[in-house]
């Protein structure tokens, strides 16, 4: 396990642009990962996290279908192309490429072509740089996709909770993926990470952690991360549940807590679990990460 819990960590460092569409990874677990954005500014996804950091997801799935302006997957390719020769030329390749950006990225219409694009880059460019896609699995049922993703030296899935109900009340999926679906496909895919976030709270996922843990056994990820969840306006949270008797619905956790479920994860898996304990804030105030970066610019 890592700790990434340094007074350093706490300093926020400002974010450099690299393209419109790839930008170092925001989020710690990820860091040191040359993140690619498949879409546009608008979050694209087909479920509704309470801890996503790009906000709440506004889009339905017909008007996602009818609207969603994607970028032209050569657009993307030549700028990461362009890039995986800057950082050759410039101390070094990237050691790993993202591809998740605002949302999920399998529901990219092109987004077999962009895989199989990417990869070729990296072949022809930068052999060391893993390929890994962040996924929330919602399109794991699809064949092309599912192959797409066996492609790459790692495919994450978000996962955060253990029933089909959980997977209804936390991840609010869009469409009518089941549990059972997503995990049977999955499994097919050999180079798995699994990467979980954790709140608390009468509405949280903690309560199902068993299940969770059941399921990421049948999985037999390659790794896991471990993160804590960060509410948007979690000030505002914190100060309704001290003035009020109720318990939350949700509850951000603490280190400890994190840890915790990390050592339970351990002891029943016999694998080390990657602990990010995210310290970031996600005020609604406060632009998400990707227009920090535009800002950057
Ligand atoms: S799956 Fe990812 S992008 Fe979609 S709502 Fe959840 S955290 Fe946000």
Redesign the pocket.
């Known amino acids: 396990m890592i700790r990434k819990h340094d007074q350093q960590s706490r300093i926020p460092t400002p974010p450099t642009l690299v393209t419109e569409f790839t930008a170092p990874a925001s989020h710690p677990a990820f860091a040191g990962a040359l993140e690619v954005n498949l879409f546009r500014n608008e ?1 694209v ?5 309470p ?4 906000g709440e ?1 506004t889009l339905r799935l017909a008007r996602l279908k009818r609207e969603l302006i994607p970028v032209n997957s050569q657009d993307v390719v030549s700028k990461v192309r362009a890039e995986l020769v800057r950082r050759e030329l410039n101390g070094g390749p990237w050691p790993r490429m993202l591809i998740s950006g ?3 990225p399998t529901l990219a219409p092109d987004f077999t072509d962009a895989i199989k694009q990417i990869i070729q880059a990296r072949h022809e460019i930068a052999p060391g740089t893993e390929v890994e896609v ?1 996924t ?1 699995g ?1 399109r794991l049922s699809d064949r092309d996709i599912l192959e797409a993703l066996r492609q790459v030296d790692r495919a994450w899935l ?1 996962l ?1 909770v253990g029933t089909e109900l959980g997977l209804k009340r936390f ?1 609010k999926p869009l469409s009518r993926i089941t549990l059972e679906i997503l995990l049977g496909h999955a499994r097919k895919i050999d180079k798995l990470g699994v990467v979980s ?1 954790f709140l608390g709270g009468a509405r949280g996922n903690i309560h199902e952690f068993d299940e969770w843990l059941e399921n990421v056994s049948l999985l037999s990820p390659q790794q896991v991360i471990m993160t804590n969840g960060r509410l948007r306006n979690s000030g505002d949270i914190l100060d309704a549940k001290l003035a009020s008797t109720e318990p939350a619905e949700l509850v951000e956790l603490t280190e400890d807590e994190l840890f915790s479920l990390a050592h339970r994860f351990e002891r029943k898996l016999k694998q080390k679990p990657l602990v990010s304990f995210d310290v970031r804030s996600l005020s609604t105030s406060e632009p998400t990460t990707f227009e920090l970066y535009t800002k950057a610019r």
Do not use: F, I
Request: with cysteine; proline share 0%.
């Open positions: 979050k996804c087909g479920m509704n996290c801890h996503c950091s790009l997801t605002r949302g999920e962040l929330n919602e978000k955060d991840s976030t």
